[in-house]
């Protein structure tokens, strides 16, 4: 969504990654300006997807970019009220279906009643809205909620980057030929 907002170009965002800069345009934004579908409500699980969601968000920037008779790559006056719906969105997303992940656990005995926690970690857990909704949800639920400061909450693609570095020095799992594998697409 950052990408397809151009937020790279907008004169509050310059450095940011996406997530950073969707949450702070968001700050001074209007959810209610936008209202974007949940994603996978009819399906009762545990799963995420945000792809629904994506298809949506862009249909409403192509939209708005006609409205104001600008072209893609240009910021939109309302850039601020789509950072906020969007964030709130995949918020609702995210604290439901982690809520009904907690319920399966909690129903199945999965989970003590007395130890039960709440993990987030990773990039999304540095989105403040998230992590603030995350830890009403364990609150509300009696689960302890375990993150790692903000600062530490960075993409996971580094964190298994980085896990792979550690198991090539250490040699373990690493393979030496390549050959043997067979590649398939999906």
């Keep these: 969504v950052a ?11 310059h450095g940011m990654a996406g997530g950073k800069a969707i949450e702070h345009l968001a700050q001074s934004g209007n959810r209610h300006q936008h209202t974007f579908r949940l994603p996978m409500q009819q399906y009762r699980n545990c799963d995420f997807s945000f792809s629904g969601l994506q298809n949506l968000v862009n249909k409403a920037i192509t939209e708005k970019e006609k409205e104001e008779g600008i072209q893609e790559g240009e910021i939109l006056s309302c850039v601020q009220d789509i950072a906020a719906a969007v964030q709130h969105a995949v918020a609702v997303h995210i604290f439901q279906r982690t809520y009904r992940a907690m319920l399966f656990c909690m129903k199945n005995s999965i989970l003590s009643a007395k130890n039960a926690a709440l993990v987030v970690s990773g990039g999304v857990a540095s989105n403040h809205y998230i992590r603030k909704g995350l830890q009403a949800l364990a609150d509300a639920n009696d689960f302890a909620f375990l993150c790692p400061p903000p600062r530490l909450c960075t993409d996971n693609g580094v964190m298994i980057a980085w896990n792979g570095i550690e198991r090539l020095r250490a040699g ?5 030929s390549t050959d043997s594998i067979r590649y398939e697409p999906r």
């Design 3 to 13: 990408r397809r907002l151009s937020l790279r170009k907008h004169p509050e965002c």
């Design 172 to 176: 373990l799992g690493v393979l030496h």
